[in-house]
């Protein structure tokens, strides 16, 4: 009796320290998954920000009609170069990096915007910012008149 005991206690001194091992590594692991999720959910979020700006600074260019025909009631037109420089425009004053491009045919407004979002736990794994693009357009309406 006192040799199976002995023989026992010795497979117990074995395992010692399993529980830490096994404790440290799903710890890392659930510390890694719940870094991803912040940070995915943050990427997220900045690039939402991001397609919002680009789509309100398209908005803005598709406002920017032609005065002088608007004046007279002739036609509402929007006014490319004015349209893009709207767009810039508004990119600037929301803090913005991006560009506003024309289409070849001068009917389309494009709105690039680009940015990055600051990690929260991935910088511990070395990855500091993740880029965001946000993308928006806009149709100019041209040669529309008024109707009388």
Avoid at 44 to 60: G, H, K, V, Y
Avoid at 77 to 86: C, G, H, I, L, N
Avoid at 126 to 142: K, W
């Amino acid at each position: 009796m006192h040799h199976r005991l002995r023989r026992a206690a010795g497979r117990l001194r074995e395992d010692r320290g399993g529980i830490a091992v096994y404790t440290a590594i799903v710890t890392v692991a659930l510390l890694a998954v719940i870094g991803l999720a912040i940070d995915g959910g943050g990427k997220l979020r900045a690039t939402e920000r991001a397609d919002s700006i680009a789509m309100e600074a398209a908005r803005a260019a598709g406002q920017a009609i032609d005065p002088a025909d608007a004046v007279t009631g002739t036609a509402v037109r929007v006014d490319p170069e004015a349209a893009q420089a709207a767009a810039q425009s508004y990119l600037a004053r929301a803090g913005a990096q991006g560009t506003a491009s024309l289409s070849a045919d001068r009917s389309w407004l494009d709105v690039t915007v680009h940015g990055s979002y600051p990690t929260v736990f991935l910088s511990i794994a070395g990855i500091g910012s993740m880029d965001v693009t946000g993308h928006g357009s806009a149709r100019l309406l041209h040669g529309i008149t008024q109707p009388q």
